[in-house]
C-alpha cells in the first residue's frame, strides 16, 4: 500500500474503478471513458501518480511518433488473490494489482467437508503460491473469493447453501483478517465467473453491447451469473441467479432441496451419472460398461467420451439434459433478454451436441425480439472465468476499502 | 421552457435527475440523497434557481423555528402529458412538471384496430384536456407513453408486438411530433408501471430496500416490468419482462404466439373467458351461466363476481390461473431475487383467491433465502401505476432531451 496519502477524493476513486477494466490506458482513453475533461484528467491523474496509486508505462515509438504514456495501477499498492471454490474443485490465482497472473494452483476438494479441511487446504495452496513469488502476506493488496452456494454479499455469510450444509452461516471474512491484513470479499462462483467475463469482455473492447448477459454454470450444481447495465445483479438479499431449483417437470424426480423435478435434479452432473449407470446395468450401452470398467469410474468425462464415440444412449442423455437446460434459459431470455449466454462448468464442455441441445431448446421457445441479436456459447476465459472474476472482486473490494473515500470541500 | 440558458453542467442535471424523485426536498436533503457536500448544492441551487430551472416552495413556520424551503421544477418548464395504451383502454393524464394530476381522461378503446383509429382517439382525449385546462400544444414540456407490446427503446419503435400487429415499425415519435414541440418518450406499459410505482415508493419514502422488483400486469395480455438497481431494466434489446410467452405446460393449448401451453395462453383474460364458457355450456356452473345472462357478457368481471358468491367452478378457474402465474413467478424469483412482486390488472383484481394461489405457488417453488423477505401484493397504485410512470418517462426523457447537457469546462 503506498506510504502516503491514501484517501480518494469521489472523482480521483471513479478514476481508478474505471481504469481497473480498461488496459493500461492513456490519458486521453481515459477522458473518452469517464467523461471529464482533458485538464480535468490531466489534474487527477498528476495527483494520483504523486500519490502512489498509479504509475506510468514506458512510452514506445510508433511509425505515427511516440505513442502516449499508457496508466496503470502502481504495483506499490500489492498483490491479489483469487480464491475461486467449487463443489468439487479449488483454484487459487495470485496477480500482479494490474491482474496480470503469475500463478496458480488447483487441487481437487469437497466443500461437503465443511470449512475446517477447506480452508486448510486452501491456506497451503495459498502460502505454498505466495512462498514461491516471494509474497509476504503484508504484500497482498485485496482477496477474493467465490463459494458454490448463495452468499449474502454484503456480510459475506453464507446463507442455506444446499451444497454446503455445514458452511451456513460460517464467516469467511473473519477467518481471513486472521491471516492478512487486506479486505476479503466474497460472492457466488458464478456471479464471479459473470464478473470475470465481463473484465475480459471490457478489457478486449468486445464490444459495448455486451453489458447484459449471462453465464450458466453447468456442474455439479446449476446456476447463473447475471450482468445487468454492466455490472453483476445480486438481488434484493444476495441470491439472484439460482436457477439450479427452477422446476423442470412437477412430474420429476425429487432434488435435494424438497421439490420435484428441478433442473439441478435433471440435467446435473450426479443426475447425468445416475442416468448412465442405469444405462450400464440395463444393458443399453456396452460403450459406457466399456468406459466405466477401463476408467474404475462413470461421471460426465465417460459419457461425452461415449457421445463422442457415437454411443446413442449417451448421445440421449447429453441432449436431455440440454434440452432441460435451454427449456429454463429460454422463460430467461423471455424475462431478462440477455444479448449473451455463456455456458460454463463440466457439464457444458460434454461436447458439440450440449451446446447444440441448448441452442435449439432456447431458439424454439423464446420470443423473436429477445433472440434476433442472442448469442449462446461458451465462456471466453473457459475454465478461467471465475479466478479472474474473484481477482477483479479482490481488486474493486480493496480499492474501496483501502481508499477510504475522502469527503469532498 | 425558460428563456434564458437551457444548457446544464452534469452535476446540474443530475441534482435535477434526483430531485425529480423526491417531494419538494430542501437543499439539506438534497445534499444527503446527491454526496455533494451542502457549499456545493447551494451554488447549484442558485444557479438553478437564476436559470429558470427550480422554484422555491414558501418555508413555513413550525414549532422549531422556520422550515426549510422546499426546492421544486419550475413551473415555467411546461406541462408534463402521460399517455398508458392498454389493450383494451387508454389513460391519458395532464401532470405539472412536478408531476401533480391536474386531469385524467379514461376512454375504451382496441390496440388492434391500429394507429390510425387509435391514435385519433387519443387525440381527442388530449385536445379535450389541455383544452380545459387552457393549456396550449407549446405549454406542455414532455410526453410519456406506454403501449402493451415490444418496444426497441432507443428508437421507439414497436417490434413484432402480437397484441398489435398494426403497429409493427409504426413510429410513434413522428406522429406526435407533429403535434407537439416537445418530445415523446416511448415504453411498454409494463415497464411504465414499475416505473411508477418505484416513483410513489420512492418519493414517500417507503424504503431504501425497494430497488429490486417486480411489477406483474395480469390482463388480455401478461407482462412484468423490471425495476434492477432502482432503474427499469429493458434487456439488450428492450424485451425484458415478456413473460407471458414462457412455458408453462408442454402439452398445453397452443398460444396465438405459435408456441403450446404459454402462460398468457392459460392465465390471460381470454383463456378466463373461454373457461367459463365451457363451464357454462356443459351446465357445470349454474350460476356464471346466471350472471351470463343478467350481464349479457362472460368475462373475468362474471367468473370474479361468481367466485365472491362461493361457486366452485368459477374459484376453481380462478385458482388454477393463479396457480400457474406462481409457477412461472417462482422460477423468476429463483433467478432474480426480488424484494417484492407487486400485481396489477383486471385478472389480478379477481379477488383475494387469485392473490393467494400466485402466493402459494411461489413460496411452495422458490428457496429459502429468495423468499425470506419477498411481499407479493397489489400494486400501490392500484390502475393509476400505468399513467404515473407514463409521466415519469415523460419528465426524465424532457429533461435529458431539452437540458441538452453542457460540455464540462
Known amino acids: 500500500m503506498p506510504t502516503t496519502a491514501l484517501s480518494l477524493s469521489r472523482d480521483e476513486f471513479e478514476l481508478l474503478e474505471k481504469l481497473l477494466w480498461m488496459d493500461g490506458p492513456s490519458r486521453h482513453e481515459l477522458a473518452a471513458r469517464t467523461g471529464h475533461s482533458k485538464s480535468k484528467i490531466a489534474s487527477l491523474v498528476a495527483h494520483l501518480l504523486d500519490d502512489g496509486w498509479l504509475e506510468e508505462g514506458e512510452s514506445q515509438e510508433s511509425s505515427g511518433g511516440r505513442r502516449p504514456t499508457s496508466l496503470h495501477l502502481s504495483h506499490q499498492l500489492g498483490f491479489i488473490v483469487g480464491i475461486d471454490l467449487g463443489a468439487t474443485s479449488v483454484d487459487v490465482v495470485l496477480c500482479d494489482v494490474n491482474l496480470t497472473v503469475l500463478g496458480t494452483r488447483t487441487a481437487a476438494t469437497s466443500v461437503s467437508l465443511g470449512p475446517g479441511p477447506v480452508l486448510a ?18 504484500g497482498v493488496f485485496g482477496l477474493g473469493m467465490g463459494v458454490p452456494g448463495p452468499v449474502e454479499f454484503r456480510t459475506g455469510l453464507l446463507i442455506n447453501p444446499p451444497l454446503m450444509p455445514r458452511w451456513e452461516g460460517f464467516n469467511l471474512r473473519e477467518h481471513f483478517a486472521a ?6 470479499a466474497v460472492d457466488n462462483d458464478v456471479n464471479l ?3 470475470g467475463e465481463l473484465h475480459h469482455v471490457r478489457q478486449r473492447g468486445l464490444g459495448t453491447d455486451l453489458e447484459n448477459f449471462l453465464v450458466v454454470k453447468l456442474g455439479t450444481g446449476i446456476g447463473c451469473g447475471i450482468i445487468a447495465r454492466g ?9 439472484a441467479g439460482d436457477i439450479g ?34 444405462a450400464v446395468e440395463s444393458g443399453a450401452s456396452p460403450i459406457l460398461a466399456d468406459l466405466a470398467r477401463q476408467h474404475g469410474e462413470l461421471g460426465t468425462r465417460e459419457v461425452a467420451q461415449a457421445a463422442r464415440l457415437g454411443d446413442p444412449v449417451a448421445n440421449h442423455i447429453v441432449q436431455t439434459a440440454g434440452s432441460r437446460v ?9 424475462f431478462f433478454n440477455p444479448s449473451q449466454i455463456l455456458l460454463g462448468g463440466g457439464v457444458a464442455h460434454m461436447g458439440p451436441l450440449m451446446l447444440a441441445s441448448v441452442r435449439q431448446s432456447v431458439y424454439a421457445r423464446s420470443l423473436p425480439l429477445s433472440t434476433r441479436k442472442l448469442r449462446i456459447d461458451y465462456t471466453h476465459l473457459q475454465d478461467a472465468s471465475g479466478r479472474r472474476g474473484a481477482a477483479v472482486l479482490a481488486l474493486r473490494h480493496a480499492l474501496t476499502v483501502q481508499a477510504g473515500l475522502r469527503g469532498e470541500a
Chains 1, 2 share one sequence.
Open 231 to 239: 455490472d453483476v445483479f445480486r438481488g434484493a438479499d444476495g441470491a
Open 326 to 334: 435451454g427449456q429454463v434459459l429460454a422463460g430467461l431470455v423471455n
Open 193 to 195: 465467473m459473470a464478473l
Open 121 to 138: 487446504q486452501i491456506g497451503g495452496l495459498l502460502d505454498d503460491l505466495l512462498t514461491c513469488h516471494g509474497v509476504p502476506p503484508e
Open 179 to 184: 491471516l492478512f491484513e487486506a479486505p476479503l
Open 245 to 278: 431449483h427452477i422446476c423442470v417437470d412437477p412430474d420429476g424426480p425429487r432434488c435435494y432441496c424438497g421439490n420435484p423435478g428441478c433442473l439441478e435434479a435433471l440435467a446435473g452432473a450426479p443426475h447425468i451419472a445416475r442416468e448412465a449407470a442405469q
